[in-house]
């Protein structure tokens, strides 16, 4: 990794891992009780890797934006030493984001990095370039497949926009990747895309994750493997 870690912040955007809140499209097909479990070891995997990635330090530079109160209650214990987590003031999910990028900026921090909590193969295998891109452009990006992010990363520069960039508009989800990156050029920001990824939201997702996961060693996402070991996977 090019940049310099001590300038980097991160922020995790996540849930409480509960049936029937967590991962409710993947328990439309597996059940609620099992996307929930496996919703808990993805989130467990992706604070792993990242506080692998970007030890944590004197400096508070770790944080977890809930929805609200009540998930930050219902989390506590899950997450490790170094993290912060605080309930959103803004409404929705891009109010969220917008919350985190505050408090990794609030850290001076020069690099934010905004992930969601059940990418962490993502993270292990795109971590290094969707940051060393960062480096050199305002916004930057980390597409899924179907349309989304699973990280955004922003220079501090960008930070006066940012609330223009997510909230000023309505994104599509299956657009809203590349829409974020015309609003930010549309706001005088350059913007790049990283490497592509996928979310694990449906059965087919999942296959492919468990798939995926023969070839990170097997010390890393150990708690996603455990959870996927009591799955029938076809």
Known sequence: MNVDRASLAVTVMAKAPIAGE?????????????????????????LEVVSTLLPTDAVPRHHIVCPDRRHVDLLDGLFFSGWTAFAQKRAGLMGGIVDAFDAGFATAANLVV?????????????????VDLAAG???????????????????????????????????????????????????????????????VDTGPDLARFVRDLQSIPDDRLRHSREACGNFDIR
């Open 22 to 46: 967590a991962k409710t499209r993947l328990g439309r097909e597996i059940g609620y009780t099992a996307a929930a479990t496996l919703y808990r070891a993805l989130l467990q995997d992706t």
């Open 114 to 130: 905004v992930t969601d909590a059940d990418s962490p193969h993502a993270l292990i295998n795109h971590w290094v370039s969707c």
């Open 137 to 199: 452009h305002d916004v930057t990006l980390g597409p899924t497949s179907d349309g989304g992010y699973y990280l955004i990363v922003a220079k501090r520069s960008a930070w006066p926009l940012l609330p223009d960039l997510l909230l000023a508009t309505t994104f599509s989800s299956d657009t809203i990747c590349t829409a974020t990156c015309d609003r930010a050029r549309s706001l005088g920001l350059s913007s790049a895309l990283g490497p592509m990824s996928y979310d």
